[in-house]
Each structure stands twice: as structure tokens, then as C-alpha cells.
């Protein structure tokens, strides 16, 4: 499914557009130290800016009251300089941990929140005003595009584009040397990762048959950015087209893939499930596949039936996150909000009940 073409069956009928192929997948789918006052500068992290690695304010040995630094480190000028490292304990306290965002530094903006380690949580598509992933304490984002979202690159979310393939309508398929040199240009543009296609199953999506997909995929290979499988739809359709496709990847010598992509989506009553018990299936399928690789869940939502109302979705949603805990693989994820009683944010720029459940889950992991 794509959100950056909201073709009326797929967005304004959703139900119709996924019986018709967009997605019936029913599964089977820190804080800072208390210690030492923090330093003159904005003690959240940003992606770019001049902070130093301090102690992260004074520790409690020299006069601080808590049990350790804080973790705010010296704001730099412009956007608010990058947070220090960890503060050192005081006597008598252990260090604080990453911080959790601070006042702007001095001639700069606040940070991001502090993080404990890689991008989680995700954002998919390009939001309706850039704050918005803020609001919402994202990691990273992608938006099925080669291209960021319009303005949102003062945010420091980073971004992971995506060589869709073709779309439904006749549109191209690209070609093998089109694809190296958009990947190659990813690269050299800092990026880290690379997506591959998007529902190649689906007719309304990127609609490649998986001999051409294998035939293409050498085209991605570049060893500077870290490369994700094509995601089909989680129906049974779409399970057979990945399967194909991943014995294919895992029987060559020339073909390979960093991370497998995958969707799912509930579609019958009850299938958002408060255990996540059918979503659950779903990523086991996904490990299955040899080569052990990390599990990117791109477009995962309630929808049709699954999602009759709010609170089903955001117990859905929370029993996810803790069903996560238990499979390690599953590095990332970016909720799919373009469907009833899925919006994360409303629009005057508030953030929904699901939003407020979503900004509070951790972004990194």
C-alpha cells in the first residue's frame, strides 16, 4: 500500500481497494541522570550541530544532588548541537543514562530525545506537516519515494528511500542501470539503507513477477548501503511470490539482501488481536527464511473489520510492542496511519489517542 498515491479504491474505499488486492493480510500477519545541573546547552540529541561528549553537568561529587550526571551535553549554535555522551557518576551514583531531550542551547533548537541505541520506530509516508514525526518521536521515516519529504529534512529524522518498482497502470519497471545508479546515489548522499520493491504481488502496487525481480536485483548490490527484500502483501498470494523470490536470494552466490521488508495487515474481526497473536504468525513466517537476517515491519495497520473501533487498535498496537520484545529480529517498524481509526495525528495537528500510545514507545531499540 503507498500513501504517496492515494488512488480513491485504495484510500477513500479501503476495504474495496484491498479486496481488490491492496492488502487482505489477516496474518496467516531513557532519563537523564538526576544528578548534576545539566550544561548551558539543548541537552536533547540532533542529528547534526557541534555538542561535545561532556560529563553531562556537574556530577554529584561536585556538588550535584542526584546519583549521577546529567546526560545534556553543550548546546552548540544553530540547531542545537549534538548531546554529549552519558554523564560520569558522582560519588555515590552511576551514571545517567541518554537523555531525554532539553531546553534549546543557547543560539540554538532543542534536539531529539536522547536514544539508547538503533532506529525502531518509524513513520510511513510523507506526513502532512514535517512537526508531526516529531510530535511523534520517530527514528526514521520512508515515504515509498527516492526523495524526502518536502521540508522535512530540518527535522534530522533520518530517511531510507525506496526503489518502488512499477506501479499498477502500466507504468514502467525500471531498468537495471536506472536502479544502480539511484542506488548509487543513495550512497553517496550519506544514506545507509535501500528498500526494494513494493508489493511486487499486487497489481495495484509495484506489480513486477518475481523472474523479473531476480533478474534486477544484481542491479541493486553496492557495498556502502545495506540493502531490504521486496515487501508483498501478507496474503497467500503474496507469501508465495516472497518465498520464490527468497529461495531465490538464498540459492545464488550473486544475489543477496541485508533485511527482509515485510507488511501485514488485519482484515477479519478480531485478527488486531490484543496479543498480536496473528501478526505474531506473520513475523515467524518471516523467520523462517535462512540467513538470520533482521526483520523490517514497513506497513502494519487494522483494517475492514480488524478495526471496528479506537480502543481496538490501540490495545492492538500496545500488545504488538510487547509481542516485539520477544522476537529480536524484528529491527524496525513504521505503522501504516492512512486508514480509519489508524490516524496518528488529527488535523489540527494533535496528536490522537493511538498517537499519544505511539509517541510514548520507545524510537530506538
Request: proline share 5%; glycine share 20%; hydrophobic share 35%.
Amino acid at each position: 500500500m503507498d500513501r504517496r498515491r492515494p488512488s480513491p479504491l485504495c484510500i477513500g474505499f479501503g476495504a474495496l481497494a484491498l479486496m481488490l488486492g491492496c492488502s487482505n493480510q489477516n496474518g496467516g500477519t531513557d532519563g537523564s541522570g538526576t544528578g548534576g545541573e545539566a550544561a548551558t546547552g539543548g541537552s536533547g540529541v540532533a542529528t547534526s550541530g557541534s555538542g561535545g561528549s561532556s560529563a553531562g553537568g556537574s556530577s554529584a561529587g561536585t556538588g550535584g544532588s542526584g546519583t549521577g550526571g546529567s546526560s545534556a551535553g553543550t548546546g552548540g549554535t544553530g540547531t542545537g548541537g549534538k548531546a554529549g555522551a552519558s554523564g560520569a557518576g558522582g560519588s555515590g551514583g552511576k551514571a545517567g543514562a541518554p537523555g531525554t531531550g532539553g531546553a534549546p542551547g543557547t543560539g540554538g533548537t532543542g534536539g531529539l530525545a536522547g536514544n539508547g541505541g538503533m532506529p525502531f520506530k518509524g513513520f510511513a509516508g510523507n506526513p502532512t506537516a514535517c512537526a508531526d514525526m516529531q510530535h511523534l518521536g520517530v527514528s526514521w521515516y520512508y515515504n515509498w519515494e527516492q526523495t524526502p519529504a518536502s521540508g522535512c529534512a530540518g527535522t534530522g529524522i533520518p530517511f531510507v528511500p525506496m526503489i518502488s518498482g512499477g506501479k499498477g497502470g502500466g507504468a514502467a519497471v525500471p531498468t537495471a542501470s536506472a536502479i544502480t545508479t539511484a542506488v548509487s546515489s543513495f550512497a553517496s548522499k550519506g544514506y545507509g539503507y535501500v528498500l526494494g520493491f513494493n508489493e511486487p504481488d499486487n497489481s495495484t502496487q509495484s506489480n513486477i513477477p518475481v523472474a523479473t525481480a531476480v533478474s534486477l536485483w544484481p542491479s541493486f548490490n553496492n557495498g556502502a548501503i545495506q540493502l531490504g527484500t521486496p515487501a508483498t502483501s501478507a496474503n497467500s498470494a503474496g507469501q508465495t511470490w516472497f518465498t520464490s523470490f527468497m529461495g531465490s536470494v538464498n540459492g545464488s552466490t550473486t544475489l543477496h539482501a541485508d533485511f527482509i521488508a515485510i507488511h501485514w495487515y488485519g482484515w477479519n474481526a478480531g485478527s488486531c488481536d490484543a496479543a498480536a497473536s496473528q501478526l505474531e504468525s506473520y513475523i515467524k513466517y518471516a523467520e523462517g527464511f535462512s540467513g538470520n537476517r533482521p526483520i523490517w515491519l514497513t506497513e502494519w495497520g487494522c483494517l475492514n473489520n480488524s478495526a471496528p473501533d479506537v480502543p481496538t487498535v490501540v490495545s492492538f498496537y500496545n500488545g504488538a510492542l510487547a509481542m516485539f520484545a520477544r522476537h529480536p529480529r524484528v529491527a524496525r517498524y513504521s505503522w501504516y496511519p492512512w486508514s480509519t481509526n489508524l490516524e496518528l495525528v488529527n488535523s489540527d495537528g494533535t496528536l490522537t489517542r493511538l498517537g499519544i500510545a505511539y509517541a510514548a514507545a520507545p524510537a530506538y531499540k
